[in-house]
């Protein structure tokens, strides 16, 4: 009798109420995963609700054609049209050493350098070290400066030049870069000479008649949301016209559509599982989720009163499908910006009552920690889990008792057996014996 055979069979049936209580706690435990899943979602709805409730919705563009910068619009640019002149470039400070001949070494001695104002710990050169040496110790110094060694083909130069444009406003171009080199002895090596061969410079610029000066030839501050480029200077003043762009405004806000159709997706998925799948992993039916859904389709119908000519997002040529998913009509939303641009942005800044702060307001219900809908509905699911988990220990506790007595049980059989056996062997022998 295969007696290992019977006593798993036996443990098989006896562990079922293990197995089913096993197969729920899984259920549940993707449960918890699939709403954090929903949480991290709907922050990432909030977060491109809010970008475009700070930044805007309306894209925009560079329209004009310029020599003297180039203009790139972002987030914050608004349509308009500004006089831009670039009187003066900035450039950096560059210092130059005497002209080395073949052969003719660094005197010794300490070499120190200041840039933007900040000095820096003096270098030591030992007495007949190479133009190169010299090069490599001042790259080693971590200074924001680049160095090396030029030639013309007769001599040899070493050339450092400050890796940023421009010295501090208000301040004086020597603060760029200076080099100061103090002799050690009586050293055999020649005297550096260095000397300053280009001054630093900032770039002065007019805007719509006001004067601007920085550093660089690179401004981002000087028009909000459009980062300026100087190219050349000293020419007359040039027209830089930023428009309203219906695609750039449609790429922005595809990103919230985008995310609000990642949310509504697993929501979807969730209270209407496919067939076969496992209805224990899912939130089927689960008053948290079923209000969700809700709430995200209030938010795609918000009335927001008061902004110019548009109030829904609708308006804008945001459109529901039959799936939940939200889809943009390019031509209704390129007339809602020729018509009222400044109402396409208030549509979602509008405080209190704009998209961006109905989606905020939503999300924080779900959210937020300690009394987020989502939160207390994981919190609730994880105490259960722990729950199982000790019904499960006293489930597996019994099991093995069960097991461990049914093997005793089998043992006391199969011993009783095999005393039968030896009996009725002896018995054979006798009969046999009698019989002879």
Not at 179 to 193: C, E, K, N, S, V
Request: aromatic fraction near 4%; proline fraction near 3%.
């Amino acid at each position: 009798m295969d007696t290992n055979s019977i006593v798993e069979q036996l443990v098989s049936l006896e562990s079922r109420p293990l197995t089913l209580l096993r197969s729920r706690q899984s259920g549940m435990k993707t449960q918890v995963s699939t709403l954090g899943d929903i949480g991290s979602k709907l922050s990432a709805l909030a977060t491109a609700a809010k970008d475009l409730g700070d930044a805007g919705v309306l894209g925009t563009r560079v329209v004009s054609t310029n020599d003297a910068f180039t203009a790139l619009t972002g987030s914050a640019a608004t349509a308009g049209r500004y006089g831009l002149e670039v009187t003066q470039l900035a450039r950096a400070s560059k210092w130059r050493s005497g002209a080395f001949a073949a052969g003719a070494t660094h005197a010794g001695g300490t070499l120190a350098l200041t840039v933007q104002g900040k000095t820096y710990d003096p270098i030591t050169i030992a007495d007949g070290a190479s133009l190169a040496d010299v090069a490599a110790k001042i790259r080693a110094l971590g200074a924001p400066v680049s160095a090396s060694v030029i030639s013309d083909g007769t001599s040899s130069y070493l050339s450092v030049t400050a890796n940023d444009t421009g010295h501090p406003i208000g301040g004086s171009p020597a603060q760029a870069l200076a080099l100061a080199f103090t002799p050690a002895g009586t050293p055999a090596g020649q005297a550096p000479a260095y000397a300053e061969i280009d001054p630093a410079r900032n770039a002065t610029f007019e805007l719509d008649g006001l004067s601007f000066t920085r550093q660089s030839n690179t401004v981002s501050d000087a028009l909000p949301g459009v980062t300026l480029t100087f190219k050349k200077e000293g020419g007359a003043a040039e027209d830089l016209v930023v428009a309203n762009d219906p695609d750039a405004t449609r790429a922005r806000l595809q990103r919230f559509v985008d995310a609000y159709d990642a949310v509504m997706s697993v929501v979807q998925r969730q209270l209407s599982p496919a067939e076969g799948s496992d209805r224990n992993a899912s939130l089927q039916g689960d008053a948290a989720i079923r209000g969700l859904q809700r709430r995200l389709q209030s938010l795609v119908v918000t009335q927001v009163t008061g902004v110019g000519a548009f109030s829904t997002l609708a308006d804008l040529g945001v459109k529901t499908a039959r799936d939940g998913s939200l889809s943009i009509d390019p031509t209704t939303l390129s007339r809602a910006v020729a018509r009222d641009p400044g109402a396409v942005n208030a549509l979602f800044s509008r405080a209190s009552t704009g998209i961006s702060a109905a989606a905020a307001d939503l999300v924080t219900s779900y959210t937020r920690a300690g009394d987020g809908v989502l939160v207390a509905r994981q919190k609730g699911l994880g105490d259960t889990i722990a729950a199982l988990d000790r019904q499960a220990e006293t489930l597996s506790a019994r099991i093995e008792a069960f097991r461990t007595n049914i093997l005793k049980r089998f043992a006391s059989m199969e011993e009783a057996v095999s005393g039968y056996k030896s009996i009725g062997e002896f018995l054979t022998r006798q009969t046999a014996q009698t019989k002879g």
